[in-house]
């Protein structure tokens, strides 16, 4: 994906964090976006201090602080536009560095980069700052994810979710009808925020795998295991194998006492420290490498019930050459074949038969293990997603282009020399224009017409059965 590096564009990724270690989905995500947009463009990542890992980037991206001298004091002419009221609220619930808004109100300006990526939900929020188009990669639904964790809390509970939702999805038309686009992991998630968003353009780039690190291991799994693989602390994550633990591996256990589950993650909840006393269940903790456990499983499990975004854990396993078995929340947005590429179960008697079928089929689940690696290599290409990134990168970055020609030809007929040392200067009406052409002549819909997309079932045609 490499080009002339004359007509490279020019991308500025404005992060919350520095993109390691990889151990959570939103840094890995980043980090492969960053290393493989430097083959086709130039790239700064800009983030909060000081990088402590730089010798694992390559060497030709450019990585810079957000706080320091340059992001103290502003002149006059650059002045931050005023927050107004959803800026005061956004800053009140993520919490707002002046610093950031600052540097970049300073340093994303035309001259200097063709369009900017705000990496994550919270970053969303300095979009103002920016004299540059904006993509929002959002990563994950805010609302989605907030009303799946509902689903299953106290119906008293309820209602501050609906007004948590109720916020978000203002958050999310705020940014997202400013930015020249918006991008989520999902398509589920995608088309959820068009539901607030629209006509805003929102986009559905997946994850990918590193290939050369999940590899398929060169020994056969050990007979009869069983694990869950997962961040121990993350509520998804707590809900689903204290689910699974409790409700379903019982009966799997009960067809064969040889059979052990194994719960592999940093930092267990109390809930799930509680799973080690269940037959069969072995608490591993957290570990510097999944792999190996991964690799020496027969079955891997993805029991998710709440949340949002795209499974890395799924991908992950079939990079492996795992079969997996997943629910429907977990598959959805994923273009794997249930049945064929990986197995789906919804109720307790479907995770029981396909699990255990799986253990005492040792044919049947090589052949599911290979289709899903098939599929996953054929999908979740990191290098044939971030061209997909670059496109949308590109194409907003030729709303700017476009705006400053028709912007030049017009101040040829009308403007004079005083204009061009104005405080209204051409460079923040080229931004302008581009915000403009950004929202496209957009009615804002009134606020209850967001509430009434609001509900507590939020199921998408692709996960609301197993097929």
Known sequence: MTTDRTNRLRVLVVAGHEPWPLDHGGRLR???????????????????????????????????????????????????????????RVRGHFGTRPQYNAWLHRHARPERFDVALCSGAAMGQYAAALRIPVVWDAVDELVLYTLRVAETAQPRRRPAALRAAFFQALFERYVARRAAATVFTSSVDASYARRWVAPARVAAISNGVDFDYFAPGEHPPEAGTVAFVGALDFPPNVDGIVHFARGIWPAIYARGPNRRLLVVGRRPAAAVRE???????????????????????????????????????????????????????????????????????????????????LLEHSDAAASLAANGHRWVRRAHHWPALTSDLHRVLQSAARSLRSSAIR???????????????????????????SNALAEGNRRAAPPWAIARNLDFTSRDNEEVRCR
Request: charged content about 20%; some cysteine; hydrophobic content about 40%.
């Open 30 to 88: 980043l980090y492969n976006f960053v290393r493989h947009l430097a083959d086709s463009a130039d790239v700064t990542l800009a983030i909060p201090d000081p990088p402590r890992h730089r010798n694992l980037f390559p060497s030709q991206v450019r990585i810079v602080p957000m706080t320091g001298p340059s992001a103290a004091t502003n002149s006059p002419s650059q002045r931050l536009p005023r927050a107004d009221w959803m800026l005061r």
């Open 275 to 357: 799973l080690a006393a269940i037959p069969g269940v072995e608490l591993v903790g957290g570990v510097p490498d999944v792999r190996p456990y991964l690799r020496r499983t027969t079955v891997v499990v993805v029991p998710t019930r709440t949340g949002g975004g795209v499974k890395n854990k799924v991908l992950e396993a079939c990079a492996l050459a795992r079969p997996v078995v997943a629910s429907p929340r977990a598959l959805a947005g994923l273009s794997a074949r249930r049945g064929r590429d990986v197995l789906c179960a919804d109720r307790t008697a479907s995770w029981v038969e396909r699990v255990s079928s």
């Open 407 to 433: 912007l030049s030809a017009r101040e040829h007929r009308t403007t004079t020399f005083t204009r061009a040392v104005a405080a209204d200067s051409p460079a923040t009406r080229i931004t302008r224009r």
